[in-house]
């Protein structure tokens, strides 16, 4: 088990050099055209494609990494290029996460790589879970999936919404109702191949901020989906409704949800993009304050401007450590008794909307405009407390664990 540790060793520090590199260079540059263009940068994800970022191999080698930290110091990087980019380039992650979580090896190794494609032919995958009546609430879902014994095919049909790559995507994950008696526990997972009739992208969102990422919804009606596409196969998810209506007659229905507890798992991720955003933002008005002079100085030596700048400073430091605490938790196999990683997820998101409304503060007038890029950082930051469960649901979880109740 690896100890917790804040020295990254030499292979850590080379990636995080090589992903700064590239944010720097490639990202973000072209986060501006991008945000004001509100549409998939393709480009950048080939590019990203090209030198290796984009790819299953990638993220598979930061995530295995044995102190916890490959994940979030990849996210804090890429989105310290541009929070809308970096956005599309991780995207398809979820959905590569949801297979890697509940398929079968054939499944991986079937979808998977469609879902990425190659950097001659680059491909996106979306992961549908929310809908319009149910985000916090998982357990209102309402897209159902029907069996077909006649033709062994699952039908699937509702309305999916916020999804990241929602009907660009090649491949589709969508989460849906196969037993609407157990709640949560009645839930399972669907490939949706490439062309499969049925499926749509309804509204697509214009967003306040992480303008570069698409999101949409995803229309379903009667989506047929061979039976080979119900991740993990219909034996195991005979066997585990089984075992959720046991536990529903003996009263066991307060059972902590297996969602929710996934959702605690990676958040620390989001909170480490949140990092990224605010420090990218921090250094912006560090760099500004230093050379904007005001009553014949530079406006960093008046203390009104300093102390906001070590608050900002304290306040993304702090965060990362939560972060990378959590990260090496939820990687070490250390249980999170204390809701750590909702704890990184809720002080992250909410330092990255703070710093970000400072460091607008700290350039005044040139802030409020578009020709500065904290601007957008401002409305990008707005995402991490609303995404991957708001504020108050992390304040909720937090809140429920350190009472000793469950979390539904």
Known sequence: MAEFTLDLNDDQKQVRDWLHGFAADVIRPAASEWDEREETPWPVIQEAAKVGIYSLDFYAQQFFDPTGLGIPMAMEELFWGDAGIALSIVGTGLAAVGVLA???????????????????????????????????????????????????????????????????????????????????????SFI?????????????????????????EVVLEGVRVPGHCLLGGKEKLDERLARARERVKSGGERVKNAAMATFE????????????????????????????S???????DNQ????????????????????????????????????????????????AKKVTAQAIQILGGNGFTREYPVERMHRDAAIYTIFEGTSEIQRLVIARTLSGMPIR
């Open 304 to 351: 009104g401007i300093a102390f906001q700048l070590a608050d900002m400073r304290t306040q993304i430091d702090a965060a990362r450590l939560l972060v990378w605490r959590a990260s090496w938790m939820a990687t070490t196999g250390k249980p999170f008794t204390s809701a750590e990683g909702s704890m990184s997820k809720l002080y992250a998101s909410e330092t």
């Open 265 to 292: 798992a990676s958040r620390p991720a989001v909170g480490a993009m949140a990092v990224g955003t605010a420090r990218a933002a921090y250094e912006v008005a560090l760099d500004y304050a230093k050379t904007r």
């Open 192 to 216: 949706v191949p490439p062309g499969t009739p049925g499926l749509s992208q309804g509204q697509k969102f214009k967003k306040h901020g992480i303008r570069a990422s698409h999101t949409a």
């Open 102 to 188: 509940n398929g079968t090896e054939e499944q991986i190794g079937t979808w998977i790589p469609q879902m990425y494609g190659d950097a001659n032919d680059v491909k996106v995958a979306a992961f549908c879970s929310s809908e319009p009546d149910a985000g916090s609430d998982v357990a209102a879902m309402r897209t159902r999936a029907v069996y077909d014994e006649a033709t062994d095919e699952w039908v699937l049909d509702g309305t999916k919404t916020w999804a990241t790559n929602g009907g660009i995507a090649n491949v589709h994950v969508v989460v849906a109702v196969v037993d609407a008696g157990l709640g949560s526990k009645g839930h399972a």
């Open 294 to 300: 005001q009553f014949g100085r530079p406006i960093i």
